[in-house]
């Protein structure tokens, strides 16, 4: 059984380990994750969650940025003139990645629906994120729009400055697309779902 808690500094080392096996050894380097711990705090907030196994081990990862704690994603391509919210009131979902032991299971959803509560709680009006296109059977896309989420530009080559063996293109540069995706949290439930 998988449990969702917030991210500690305690979880660094294993969280590390857990990104190096699961993304693509070097996507994220431990300096880079102490980054992400700081910018996942909103006060007393963290945004950024975990899902762990019943031994404690990581099998899952949502990084998450309240407003006024990030200005890009991981790669290049943002267009916030598409936004029904400016940057300043908008969150950011960096990262989702589950082990290969909880994914098909709806953890993906619930980790992030989570995610979502708490950013709204600490004031976000939307939420952008840069779905990985080539995931396998379309499933980064898919999940993300039955949370609400809606698809408004295309940024291929978006990871290719960043130097780490990705799991699709193996050595660098990644060549992958990321589709930009919104998700208004003022509009109402049932436009979101459209």
């Known amino acids: 059984m998988f449990n969702i808690r917030p991210l500690t500094a305690s979880d660094l080392n294993d969280l590390l380990s857990f990104t190096n096996r699961e ?101 976000a009006k939307g939420v952008v994120c840069h779905s990985w296109k080539e995931s396998p059977h379309g499933s980064s896309t898919r999940y993300l729009k039955k949370l609400g989420f809606r698809a408004i530009a295309e940024h291929p080559n978006y990871w290719k400055d960043v130097i780490y063996s990705c799991t699709v293109c193996h050595k660098p540069p990644c060549r992958c697309t990321a589709v930009e995706m919104y998700l208004d949290l003022t509009a109402p439930a049932q436009e979101k779902k459209k």
Request: aromatic share 10%; proline share 4%; charged share 20%.
């Open 23 to 123: 993304i693509g050894a070097g996507y994220y380097s431990a300096k880079e994750l102490e980054d992400i711990l700081q910018r996942s705090r909103h006060g007393d907030v963290m945004c950024s969650l975990l899902l762990c196994d019943e031994s404690g081990s990581v099998q899952g990862v949502r990084f998450s940025f309240a407003p006024g704690h990030w200005t890009h994603g991981k790669g290049h391509g943002l267009c916030p003139e598409k936004w029904p919210h400016p940057l300043k009131e908008t969150a950011y979902f960096q990262s989702l990645f589950l082990s290969s032991a909880a994914q098909g299971q709806g953890w993906g959803g619930r980790i992030s629906a989570e995610s979502l509560k708490i950013l709204a709680r600490v004031g």
